[in-house]
Nanobody
Framework: QVQLVESGGGSVQAGGSLRLSCAAS????????LGWFRQAPGKEREFVAAISRSGGTTSYADSVKGRFTISREYTKNSAYLQMNSLKPEDTAVYYC???????????????????????WGQGTQVTVSS
């Protein structure tokens, strides 16, 4: 089973950029749909971005559309979240998540629902100051 480790979080001023990485162990990385979620203090975990197992389909929360980019690199068993034009409201712990889906779901499938993902990383803190 795949295990996930996030990195790349930190503190940045508003308008700055960060790139989060999610390193996956295991040899079946290409079978997994990947998602990024975040959770701010006192709030529920929310969807940020998702990418299909083929990498050809992506989806973003409205709040990050145009500023964040999700990608995956199969040769490195990794996924990334490039975050530009960061805002104080982006402050949260960011989690990488993965789910192995049946073949008949197709290569374009992704999910925005946290409960769809069964493998989670430990999270990385992102703090954006004004």
């Amino acid at each position: 089973q795949v295990q996930l480790v996030e990195s790349g979080g930190g503190s940045v001023q508003a308008g700055g950029s960060l790139r989060l990485s999610c390193a996956a162990s295991g040899r079946t990385f290409s079978r997994y749909v990947l998602g990024w979620f975040r959770q701010a203090p006192g709030k529920e975990r929310e969807f940020v971005a998702a990418i299909s197992r083929s990498g050809g389909t992506t989806s973003y929360a409205d709040s990050v559309k145009g500023r964040f980019t999700i990608s995956r690199e199969y040769t490195k068993n990794s996924a990334y979240l490039q975050m530009n034009s960061l805002k104080p409201e982006d402050t949260a712990v960011y989690y990488c998540a993965a789910d192995q889906i049946p073949a008949h779901y197709g290569d374009s499938y992704y999910s925005k629902t946290p409960s769809s993902y069964h493998i989670w990383g430990q999270g990385t803190q992102v703090t954006v100051s004004s």
